[in-house]
């Protein structure tokens, strides 16, 4: 069983991320992870406090020259801004953080909630995605995300290879696939910006060449599209999870919705196993179980809770009307959600695939997985 847990606040010494049931025998690629944390730092309209962090990895735990040995890996992430034991509580809770509703929970301080509740926790979760990742690839998966959304704005992806696309992303300031919608997105957030308002979007997910049968259908709580909706639904700001068409297929009939199968036997040694659909509608996923198709996954993301502009609240000590608490914030994290999902939902795949293959060892996983590839082939 591949585990995580996540340490620290947001204004604390570091975060951490020690994941469980790692295999060992995988070289880690350090750059690769500062890569995907660079990443997320990154986009349109993010706020002050990515000048200030500059993110990169430390693995403390579980490598022996840089190579995983099984036991638990554990990685750091320093804050540069950290000063939390300075830090005064806020008496004042903004709409739509846990501030309120954690103070109450914990008959404590609404800074001991923000602190954690902050998405500065996700850093920690893209390292352990991005080492997710690098297994992943070991076995031929690619995991790739864009932004397809921002507010009203549509930014339909454009048709091309995966290297084509990677780059295309990565020079649109929003991490979309699409440069012309780039420019009213671009106008939109400093609209926001001027408002003192903050905006949110959609972003989607796509897991290239998974194998058959990751997931099950023979309980609840392993099929894989209720993991991922959850894991990703766990993100700080989303409100909002589909797989594949998702609600679309409620608006459609059978007829439209269900992607017919049939047989190429020139694709036979490709994940699919020769079984080839026209549409993807499913986004990958039947019974809770990968059906050889790219997993497709979408989040919504509501707007930043915390603006500049403040909305309407009440001071916790003299119970009287006050505007909310005004925390360094972003006014568009859109760029950084994509990432966080991404990453999300890389380490959940990586769960499902160390459940069927076994997790001890690369070498054993890869024998395994090879095996069940040529037993799939002869049926």
């Known amino acids: 069983m ?56 430390e693995v403390l ?10 036991s638990p890996v554990t990685l750091a992430v320093a804050n540069h801004d950290s000063k939390l034991e300075r830090l005064k509580d806020v008496e004042r809770p903004r709409p739509g953080h846990g501030d309120l509703t954690g103070a109450v929970k ?16 996700t850093a920690a979760r893209v ?18 995300g864009y932004v397809v959304a921002l507010e009203q704005i549509t930014a339909e992806p454009r048709s091309a290879s995966l290297p084509e696309l990677i780059a295309l992303r990565d020079a649109s300031p929003m991490y979309t696939l699409n440069p012309e919608a780039d420019r009213q997105i671009v106008a939109r957030v400093d609209q926001a910006t001027s408002d003192g308002d903050t905006l949110g979007g959609i972003v989607e997910v796509q897991v290239f060449d998974p194998p058959f049968g990751l ?41 439209q919705v269900h992607d017919e199968i049939g ?34 996954v979408r989040a919504a993301m509501k707007p930043i809770s915390t603006l500049r502009r403040p909305l309407a609240s009440i001071n916790l000590t003299t119970k009287e009307a006050e505007s909310a608490a005004y925390e360094r914030s972003d006014v568009c994290a859109l ?18 695939f160390i459940d069927k293959f076994g ?6 996983m890869r024998a395994r997985f090879e095996k069940f590839l040529e037993l799939a082939r002869a049926r």
Not at 61 to 67: I, P
Not at 223 to 247: H, N, P, T, W, Y
Not at 269 to 274: A, H, I, V
């Open 263 to 296: 047989y190429d036997s020139a694709a036979k040694e490709g994940p699919s196993l020769g079984y080839v659909r026209k549409t993807n509608n499913a986004g990958g996923l039947e019974a809770g179980m990968t059906n050889g198709q790219p997993i497709v």
């Open 2 to 57: 591949l585990r995580l847990l996540t340490a620290g606040e947001s204004h604390g010494k570091m975060l951490l991320a020690v994941v469980d049931g790692f295999p060992a025998g995988l070289k880690i690629d350090a750059a690769q992870i500062n890569r995907e944390l660079e990443r997320r730092q990154g986009g349109y309209g993010r706020g002050g406090r990515q000048k200030l962090e500059t993110d990169t990895v």
């Open 215 to 255: 997931g099950s259908h023979a309980q609840w709580d392993r099929k894989l599209d209720g993991l991922l909706a959850q894991a990703v639904m766990s993100v700080q700001a989303i409100k909002g999870v589909e797989i594949g068409m998702g609600f679309r297929a409620a608006g459609k009939p059978g007829s």
């Open 335 to 352: 760029a950084a959600c994509i990432v966080i999902v991404e990453n999300v939902v890389a380490f959940t795949v990586a769960q499902a």
């Open 61 to 70: 735990t579980g490598v022996w020259q840089e190579t995983t040995l099984g």
């Open 359 to 364: 997790g001890d060892s690369l070498v054993e």
């Open 106 to 121: 914990y008959l404590g301080s609404i800074r001991g909630v923000l602190e954690r509740a902050s998405a500065r926790e």
């Open 127 to 144: 390292a352990a995605g991005a080492l997710a990742k690098q297994l992943l690839g070991e076995f031929g998966m690619s995991v790739f």
